[in-house]
């Protein structure tokens, strides 16, 4: 299907169908096979201590994706319900859970009308969904409205900022070079080095805004702060190895940067961790 620029905008439910198509489902819940998937399992490690004090609860993931997180709290004995607008997704999803032989509830639904009702889920929680929207108010409500009183919203979002990142980009310009030049292919080296624009929306909210619409949206407590010190970097598959290891070594100071609340960690962190409360 053709896209309208605008479909992009809205957080396009089609461009994202597009998107999962042909993906394959390679998380372990042991042993990373690329920086992403550490990424993840750092976060779901930390998450765990933050959000799931009673390993029975009730949550759901918005946008799940290949839903790692929810495969790794319903692995530590949480209910996991998961929602995603593609089914492509939720297949990998599925995949991921009946590879470790783990139960989930998989909904195909569109996160701005939660097929759900009031006060059902102790968390409520998007990874990388809400700067995808250009109102995200309406799904921001829906979460909000099926959270039990005194339950945690968290979502992590990837800002449209400067960021560690930033330093990845030229780690993977150079090495996408020379890989270009190696293999004599003297156009892409010099003129599609450069990691290209991702194709999907992203909003430019500042953290102050983000804070502001999540609390007109019903929350309390609702807190900020810079996540994911590390880039992710497009390197060989036996490099990721190495870039691992080198993370596992820092891993005392990253988990300190994810404590710690500033405006440093919010610049320098290449996502932003949201959690708040409903009343
Ligand atoms: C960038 S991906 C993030 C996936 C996953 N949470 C992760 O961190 O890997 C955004 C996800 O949001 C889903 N999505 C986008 N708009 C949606 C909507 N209105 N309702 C439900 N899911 C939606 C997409 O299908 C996609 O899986």
Redesign the pocket.
């Given at each position: 299907m053709h896209m309208q620029k605008d479909d992009y905008k809205k957080?396009?439910?089609s461009h994202?169908?597009k998107?999962?198509a042909g993906k394959k489902a390679n998380f372990s819940l042991t042993k990373p096979v690329d920086d992403w998937n550490y990424f993840?399992l750092f976060r779901d490690e930390y998450l765990e201590r933050m959000l799931l004090k009673n390993k029975n609860i009730l949550c759901l993931?918005?946008?799940?994706?290949?839903?790692?997180t929810s495969l790794y709290f319903a692995n530590k004995g949480a209910k996991a319900a998961m929602?995603?607008?593609?089914i492509s997704?939720l297949n990998i999803a599925r995949e991921n859970f009946s590879k470790y032989n783990l139960r989930g509830m998989f909904i195909n639904?569109?996160?701005?009308r939660l097929p759900f009702a009031d006060d059902k889920f102790d968390l409520v929680m998007?990874?990388?969904?809400l700067e995808?929207?250009e109102d995200m108010a309406p799904?921001i409500k829906e979460m909000v409205r099926i959270l039990k009183p005194g339950g945690t919203f968290f979502a992590?979002v990837s800002p449209k900022k400067y960021s560690i990142q930033l330093v990845g980009n030229l780690i993977n310009t150079v090495t996408r070079f020379i890989y270009n030049l190696k293999h004599r292919r003297f156009r892409e080296a010099f003129f599609r080095s450069y990691p290209a624009t991702p194709e999907?929306y992203e909003n430019s909210l500042s953290s102050r805004q983000y804070v502001e619409i999540i609390e007109k949206c019903g929350l309390k407590n609702v807190k900020l702060s810079g996540s994911r010190p590390f880039p992710s970097l497009n390197i060989l598959p036996s490099m990721f190895k190495i870039y691992i290891m080198f993370m596992k070594m820092l891993k005392p100071l990253h988990l300190l940067f994810e404590m710690h609340t500033s405006k440093f960690t919010e610049l320098w962190g290449v996502e932003w961790n949201i959690v708040g409360t409903k009343e």
């Amino acid at each position: 299907m053709h896209m309208q620029k605008d479909d992009y905008k809205k957080g396009s439910i089609s461009h994202w169908e597009k998107d999962w198509a042909g993906k394959k489902a390679n998380f372990s819940l042991t042993k990373p096979v690329d920086d992403w998937n550490y990424f993840d399992l750092f976060r779901d490690e930390y998450l765990e201590r933050m959000l799931l004090k009673n390993k029975n609860i009730l949550c759901l993931e918005c946008g799940c994706g290949s839903a790692s997180t929810s495969l790794y709290f319903a692995n530590k004995g949480a209910k996991a319900a998961m929602l995603d607008a593609s089914i492509s997704a939720l297949n990998i999803a599925r995949e991921n859970f009946s590879k470790y032989n783990l139960r989930g509830m998989f909904i195909n639904g569109n996160m701005e009308r939660l097929p759900f009702a009031d006060d059902k889920f102790d968390l409520v929680m998007s990874f990388g969904v809400l700067e995808h929207f250009e109102d995200m108010a309406p799904s921001i409500k829906e979460m909000v409205r099926i959270l039990k009183p005194g339950g945690t919203f968290f979502a992590s979002v990837s800002p449209k900022k400067y960021s560690i990142q930033l330093v990845g980009n030229l780690i993977n310009t150079v090495t996408r070079f020379i890989y270009n030049l190696k293999h004599r292919r003297f156009r892409e080296a010099f003129f599609r080095s450069y990691p290209a624009t991702p194709e999907f929306y992203e909003n430019s909210l500042s953290s102050r805004q983000y804070v502001e619409i999540i609390e007109k949206c019903g929350l309390k407590n609702v807190k900020l702060s810079g996540s994911r010190p590390f880039p992710s970097l497009n390197i060989l598959p036996s490099m990721f190895k190495i870039y691992i290891m080198f993370m596992k070594m820092l891993k005392p100071l990253h988990l300190l940067f994810e404590m710690h609340t500033s405006k440093f960690t919010e610049l320098w962190g290449v996502e932003w961790n949201i959690v708040g409360t409903k009343e």
